[in-house]
């Protein structure tokens, strides 16, 4: 127990405000065995209270997940528990007694979810002196009350001091995923990670190599959606763990950047930093404030299958990117480094690193499409005149992806870098570009993204005698790219383009 009495509970007063939670106790109570709220739930409460009032920030509403231990029958607490509320029921883990209750609709954004598991421990002090960090290894039994606080490894004085401890010294050996963990949460948090866990941490992160890809991909992504992050994965670099989880990206240090003073990872991590500064609410840019911005930010927002949002892919983009550069390296006769055809080369070593890590299937290819063409807005920007068949033909090849395309190259090329010195207002013709593009998706995306068809398949087919082929699907982009052009308007004209073209032997490009 820790022995400043008053302070916990009075802290702890926020939990009953909680409605779930006071279900919860008033059920569990009535069973008659003791009942245990842990984890994050007690950390946050605690957290809370203790920061209201030293800039690290206030809490607000109630904990979504709610993890709960019990000496014994966790599967079948979890059941009783579903039932009594009207949530869905879930076995997490047979072998460990683990159950999980989801209510509400993770669309409403108001799901919660309790996980009741029995103690792996012969007592709940073994079981907390098992966990990973002192913050997390706290107890609260809701079924009494006042609600006082169990707190057998010190993580109320840990909290106070905004220090990061590991329970014990095999607590990282234990589950090698809290390498992750650690840094993600003393940058969640503000927390230094104290000297020996550093060293913990240290020791630990090779056996990230036995842990499930799902776990380490879980842990990966909750970092990146931090606040600076690239400082995050600077400090996993530093302690170890991103080179086990991320090989591809340690063959970039000490890579040299044509037209940068640093090398290819600190790079990586400048873009990562520099997407976060230009995304919507972030401090915006001349090519981004219009007034499509709440449509931009609802586009970065947007879910895909597998539960992770653009946002976070494209910062995942953004950190690989040129992980493609090594294996392409080249120097000219003056020792100029070159590495041409790196963005296809990593498009594939994204998609191995996604694929590795268990992303779904279309967060893998969205992920790829943004590494496969990152360049190409630069490359448009030195173009003449940036035309509307161009622009068409980047978003045909890249899709809604194109968007985030635009977004990496504006965080890739900064205006110190965009072009070779010497060419001037390059920084400039980047952001035009970037800007027209970005109009292009937002304001004439039926105009010159994807111009409704004037001929369908089927009238190909009947009125100009074409079997059903390739040939079709073909012409029928074709047709799309020179409505884009504005060159075909109306359906008269398709028809006389399409004749057009037949007669010159175009049909198949």
């Known amino acids: 127990m820790d022995d400043d009495a008053t302070f916990p509970r009075a802290s702890l007063t926020h939990l009953n405000d ?91 954004g108001g799901q919660r979810i309790v996980d009741v598991a029995a103690f792996q421990g012969a007592t709940l002090l073994d079981d907390l002196r098992g966990r990973d960090f002192t913050l997390n290894a706290m107890a609260v039994d809701i079924t009494r009350q006042p609600l006082t606080l169990i707190d057998p490894t010190g993580g109320l004085a840990d909290l106070r001091a905004g220090c990061l401890r ?20 003393a940058a969640q948090f503000g927390f230094e990670i104290e000297p020996a866990t550093l060293r913990l941490i240290e020791a630990a992160a090779p056996a990230l190599n036995g842990v499930s890809a799902e776990r380490v991909r ?45 090398d290819g990872f600190q790079h990586s991590l400048e873009v990562v930093a520099a997407l976060e ?4 609410p972030g401090e915006g840019g001349t090519t981004l404030s219009r ?83 990152h360049l190409r807005p630069l490359l448009l920007s030195r173009e003449p005149v940036l035309t509307r068949r161009a622009v068409h033909r980047f978003f045909r090849d890249a899709g809604a992806a194109g968007v985030d395309v635009v977004l990496l190259a504006l965080a890739d090329h900064p205006p110190e870098s965009a072009l070779p010195e010497g060419e001037d207002g390059a920084d400039a013709a980047l952001a035009r570009t970037a800007d027209t593009l970005l109009e292009a998706w937002f304001e004439c995306h039926a105009e010159v993204v994807a111009p409704p068809p004037l001929l369908s398949g ?52």
């Open 18 to 108: 909680d409605p779930l939670l006071r279900r919860l106790s008033e059920w569990l109570s009535a069973t008659g065995s003791p009942a245990y709220l842990v984890g994050g739930a007690v950390r946050d409460c605690l957290l809370g209270c203790l920061t209201a009032g030293d800039g690290r920030g206030e809490s607000s509403g109630y904990a979504l997940d709610l993890d709960i231990l019990v000496p014994s029958g966790g599967v079948r607490t979890a059941r009783h528990l579903a039932d009594r509320l009207g949530g869905a029921f879930y076995i997490l883990d047979a072998a460990r007694d683990v159950g999980r209750v989801v209510l509400g609709k993770a669309a409403a």
């Open 277 to 280: 500064r230009r995304l919507p």
């Open 166 to 185: 590991a329970v014990d010294t095999d607590s990282l050996q234990r589950d090698a995923v809290r390498t992750l963990r650690a840094v993600r949460l």
């Open 291 to 373: 007034p499509w911005w709440e449509r931009l930010e609802a586009h970065l927002q947007t879910v895909l299958p597998g539960g992770h949002s653009r946002r976070l892919l494209l910062t995942l983009a953004g950190l690989l990117h040129d992980i493609g550069k090594p294996a392409t390296l080249s120097r000219d006769p003056d020792g100029a480094p070159h590495f041409y055809g790196h963005e296809g080369v990593g498009a594939e070593l994204a998609a191995a690193v996604l694929t590795r890590l268990r992303f779904s299937r279309p967060a893998t290819e969205w992920v790829a499409t943004i590494v496969r063409h």
């Open 218 to 262: 879980d842990e990966l992504v909750k970092i990146l959606a931090l606040p600076n992050a690239a400082a995050s994965v600077q400090r996993l670099d530093q302690l170890g763990p991103l080179g086990v989880v991320l090989p591809e990206l340690m063959p970039l240090k000490g890579l040299p950047q044509p037209h940068r003073v640093v």
């Open 458 to 509: 089927g009238e190909l087919v009947r009125q100009y005698g074409l079997a059903p082929s390739p040939q079709i699907g073909q012409l029928q982009r074709d047709l799309q790219e020179a409505q884009a052009a504005g060159e075909v308007t109306t359906t008269d004209q398709a028809r006389a383009w399409v004749i057009e073209h037949l007669s010159q032997g175009r049909g198949v490009r």
